[in-house]
């Protein structure tokens, strides 16, 4: 019996401390698994179903690109909780023949017939989160056909066609997304639709359960025979408008008809050899640039990473970029966006002065300037790598699900602030601010890596910790995932809404007692949160051996696999 006792209090100390592998032979104990390594081609998703897809498609003699669009198609019917083509996609994509990355913004903007006005005629000072007001026009499948003309190689119907087979056959649902249907329909039950695309007898299914979206296997059949004009410009684009109109909403046919997305120059700051690369705003992606040309200039590799010196650096780093995230991040089409400023390393010089190492600041004052979600990356035989996020907002979305198509439209205008005068203040045709990223890394203007993190804020956070990992503490791929995170939520969002002077910090279990402690002791609010640490996904390449090396995230469904 007192061997039983003792067993018992082992096991829940090592759960306590966050010990996920305390056996391991190789490694960090806190590693889930060792790396996956593959010659001819990887795939990580965030979803097992998702990431043979991807798989069959570069076996069958597809790209990584096409890969890449097939396992999109796979997630917005496996995980309708993260993402789905009511979204908007990002992506860089490294072409091995031009040995060169191409950034997509596919991202979509508000409805050109709702105003400032009508918000304030309503008496709102923010913009919903649900509901029809922050619908914004969907911008991922033009993101599928813009990336295929391109680059693509198999036609969109094979690209689509494991999809619409599962979609019509049906798939097991895995747990996580299991809790997330329900949680969902706890906020989405009475609104018009949910229930006959998400539901089985009007609940969402349980783990293991046989789900099938026959709607959404009808949409991506049009799609594969009529191309992204069949969505944008054919009987589903007037289906979304009349359902918009129907519900009290402004997006409309003309709106989903003059969409467009855009190739955009991706960006890039070295952090000690690598150079690591972000898409320019509307996205949040140069924040994590910032946060890393800030902590470059202390001396991270000998700090322990459990450690209340590492941690207070990297928030307060942390900290100087999300002030100017918060003033600065929006659509370039209506601003002057300081980006190569930003991300300078004589800015980063200038920001450092004000971090004291002793204390935790409430606050700093943006820079002046003078003049849910899923993450995927496939690489193919040939070199090609992409980097893709992709989601709804929100988990699924705004709850708006259009009739007999298969899929909720997102949220993403509720990121619009309402204030005058701000970057990212709402305005019709305008895309708002982003908080979805890939990214990239390079080294002597050769492919390294391409990888991210999904979850809002959490982002260019995780993004830095990642490179930081690697880099300063010596971590291979897997383990640069599964290291306990730092995550910090502060005062200043770009969509107006404030927090708590400082914010909050939140440390992942495996950081001790005498860290938390310590960072206490500097003025640091610490609170503990579950769930909010983001989900990973990576793919480097070893140019030397020829091989690929992929991880994926224990605390999702995720899983990386090559052949």
């Avoid at 990355?101 to 649900?130: D, V």
């Avoid at 991506?220 to 408008?241: C, H, P, Q, S, V």
Wanted: with cysteine; glycine share 10%.
């Amino acid at each position: 019996m007192h061997k039983t006792k003792f067993l018992l209090f082992f096991v829940l100390l090592n759960i306590a401390i966050g010990a996920q592998a305390v056996d391991r032979i190789t490694g960090e104990m806190f590693a889930t698994r060792s790396e996956v390594i593959a010659q001819n081609g990887m795939a990580a998703t965030s979803q097992p179903l998702a990431t043979q897809v991807a798989l069959d498609v570069l076996k069958s003699g597809g790209n990584a690109v096409d890969a890449a669009i097939a396992a999109n198609a796979m997630l917005g019917l496996v995980e309708p909780t993260g993402c789905g083509i009511g979204g908007d996609l990002f992506a860089i994509i490294w072409d091995a023949k031009t040995k060169k990355l191409y950034g997509l913004n596919a991202s979509g903007r508000s409805p050109q017939s709702l105003t400032k006005e009508y918000f304030q005629e309503q008496g709102l000072n923010m913009i919903p989160k649900f509901g029809p007001l922050p619908v914004s026009v969907p911008g991922a499948v033009d993101g599928w056909f813009l990336m295929h003309e391109r680059f693509g190689s198999k036609s969109m119907q094979e690209i689509l066609s494991p999809a619409i087979s599962y979609a019509k056959n049906g798939f097991p649902v895995s747990e996580l997304i299991a809790y997330y249907l329900s949680r969902s329909q706890e906020r989405f039950n009475d609104r018009p639709n949910f229930k006959e695309t998400y539901t089985i007898n009007g609940k969402t299914p349980e783990k293991g359960q046989i789900f099938k979206n026959l709607d959404l296997a009808a949409t991506y059949e049009k799609l594969a025979t009529g191309g992204r004009d069949a969505f944008y410009k054919g009987d589903i684009a007037r289906t979304i408008g009349a359902f918009m109109q129907e519900q009290g909403g402004f997006l409309s046919y003309e709106d989903m008809a003059a969409h467009y997305s855009e190739w955009v120059e991706p960006v890039s700051s070295n952090y000690r050899g690598l150079d690591v690369w972000e898409l320019p705003p509307n996205g949040q992606g140069i924040a994590a640039l910032q946060i890393l040309n800030v902590l470059e200039l202390y001396d991270i590799a000998s700090m322990k990473r459990d450690s209340a010196e590492f941690v207070h650096t990297f928030v307060e780093a942390k900290k100087l970029a999300f002030e100017d995230r918060a003033k600065f991040y929006a659509d370039p089409t209506f601003n002057d966006i300081p980006v190569d400023w930003l991300i300078s390393k004589e800015y980063a010089k200038e920001r450092q002065q004000l971090i004291d190492p002793e204390h935790a600041a409430n606050r700093y004052d943006a820079g002046k300037y003078e003049g849910d979600t899923i993450y995927l990356t496939v690489a193919d035989a040939d070199g090609n790598m992409v980097s893709l996020i992709q989601s709804n907002y929100r988990g699924m979305g705004s709850g708006m699900v259009p009739p007999g198509l298969g899929f909720m439209l997102q949220n993403r205008g509720e990121m619009f602030t309402l204030k005058e005068g701000h970057f990212n203040s709402y305005e019709p045709g305008k895309r708002p601010f982003h908080t979805i990223i890939p990214a990239f890394v390079t080294k002597d203007g050769k492919s390294k890596m391409s990888f991210g993190v999904m979850g809002g804020g959490t982002q260019p956070q995780m993004h830095a910790q990642i490179i930081i990992n690697m880099v300063d503490f010596g971590m291979n791929l897997q383990e640069a995932g599964d290291a306990p995170r730092i995550l910090h939520r502060g005062s200043s969002t770009p969509e107006g809404k404030l927090m708590t002077d400082g914010g909050y910090v939140s440390l992942e279990s495996g950081f001790s007692y005498q860290t938390k402690r310590e960072l206490m002791k500097k003025g640091h609010d610490l609170r503990d949160v579950v769930g909010a640490y983001g989900g990973y996904q990576a793919i480097l390449y070893d140019e030397k051996e020829g091989v690929y090396y992929g991880a994926s995230e224990s605390r999702k469904d995720g899983q990386a696999a090559g052949y």
